[in-house]
């Protein structure tokens, strides 16, 4: 696997909300086949980088390439389509449609790494491997399903895209614990296909089961950045910036 090749690097990014600057000067990156996790308290301007990323607010700036793409200036669907994929936090299933239909919502065409080799394709039934609860209930709407099931329809639906990255915020949050640990080994198994992926999360036990690096970030600043090794043994960075 060519983990030295970056596909998404983020230079002096800013962002606001309205008038209110949220980030100052963020620099981070994502390699090929690697899982980055963004971790910082409520409020840290974790979910504010993973939309300013792929474009949703109106204000940011900055320098953001993606595969060698600068989408500095992109709407969120050109990101789509380059390969970026996005899960948000609120989930945002369409209710009243099954899950098939969820999925198709997402289905983008195959795609290839620029060496030619195919990127990982994901079809629902591949997608029902991945997630045995979605499999069984393939006709169920989105708005009959529980909270961990929507988060799960809701990765499955943003894989339908075939990402080569997927911006993935608070994937703990809120879930039982039996989905938290199905949410480790889907990330795990993502991983192990080749696909990249950058995670909000403050749960530090999750992070460090999934990740190889980490940056911090605390009053939308990096306050540190490592290996997630680097992270787990460095008690003060920990205790200043993670602890609640």
Excluded: C
């Excluded at 910082?40 to 949703?56: D, P």
């Excluded at 945002?92 to 080799?117: A, I, K, M």
């Excluded at 997608?127 to 609860?133: E, M, Q, T, Y």
């Excluded at 992926?197 to 990740?211: C, G, K, R, T, Y």
């Amino acid at each position: 696997m060519a983990a030295a090749e970056t596909l998404l690097e983020a230079r002096g990014l800013q962002a606001w909300y309205g008038a209110a600057q949220i980030l100052y000067d963020v620099d981070l990156q994502v390699g090929r086949g690697e899982v980055v996790a963004l971790m910082g308290r409520n409020g840290a301007g974790k979910s504010t980088t993973l939309k300013a990323l792929m474009g949703m607010l109106a204000k940011r700036r900055g320098q953001i390439t993606f595969r060698g793409e600068d989408i500095s200036s992109a709407e969120p669907h050109r990101a789509a389509r380059l390969g970026l994929g996005f899960v948000p936090e609120d989930r945002r299933v369409f209710t009243d449609l099954t899950v098939v239909e969820n999925l198709e919502v997402g289905r983008q065409p195959p795609r290839s790494w620029r060496d030619g080799t195919p990127a990982p394709l994901w079809t629902p039934e591949r997608l029902f491997r991945l997630f045995p609860n979605l499999g069984e209930m393939p006709q169920r709407p989105g708005g009959r399903m529980s909270g961990g099931e929507q988060q799960m329809l809701t990765v499955a639906r943003t894989l339908m895209g075939n990402p080569f990255l997927v911006l993935l915020d608070e994937p703990s949050e809120g879930v039982a614990p039996v989905i938290v640990e199905q949410m480790a080994q889907m990330i795990l198994e993502l991983k192990s296909q080749g696909v990249s992926i950058l995670l909000s999360e403050q749960n530090m036990h999750f992070a460090a089961l999934v990740s190889d690096r980490a940056y911090v970030l605390e009053k939308g600043q990096i306050r540190f950045q490592g290996s997630m090794a680097a992270l787990e043994a460095d008690e003060e960075v920990r205790r200043a910036y993670l602890s609640v």
